[in-house]
């Protein structure tokens, strides 16, 4: 059941770097601010979930360690953060783009 666990982990740990990657390109590439803005909050959400992702993976390789603990905890704090970042960025962003159109 563990590796059935860690296979799904790494698959979501793959889809989000991908994701991330392509919406990242699309927020450097977008004329429009708002578009631009609406891309970057996505690429935000995108990375929160890799980073969240990738703490979970490292809780289920390393046990134990003071060390492995202290960057887990750092991960799911900073992938938090950009995700609740990026949840806010893209509201804002939608409502902005539907209040001028």
């Known amino acids: 059941?563990?590796?059935?666990?860690?296979?799904?982990?790494?698959?979501?740990?793959?889809?989000?770097?991908?994701?991330?990657?392509?919406?990242?390109?699309?927020?450097?590439?977008?004329?429009?601010?708002?578009?631009?803005?609406?891309?970057?909050?996505?690429?935000?959400?995108?990375?929160?979930?890799?980073?969240?992702?990738?703490a979970l993976i490292f809780m289920f390789i390393f046990k134990g360690s003071t060390v492995a603990v202290i960057v887990e905890a750092v991960f799911l704090v900073l992938g938090a953060f950009?995700?609740?970042?990026g949840i806010r960025n893209r509201s804002y962003y939608n409502r902005m783009k539907s209040n001028n159109m």
């Open 1 to 54: 059941m563990v590796l059935v666990i860690r296979y799904a982990l790494f698959a979501l740990l793959v889809i989000a770097c991908i994701c991330a990657g392509l919406y990242s390109s699309r927020s450097r590439r977008a004329k429009d601010a708002r578009q631009r803005g609406l891309y970057g909050a996505v690429t935000n959400i995108f990375m929160g979930m890799m980073l969240i992702v990738l």
């Open 82 to 85: 950009n995700l609740f970042a």
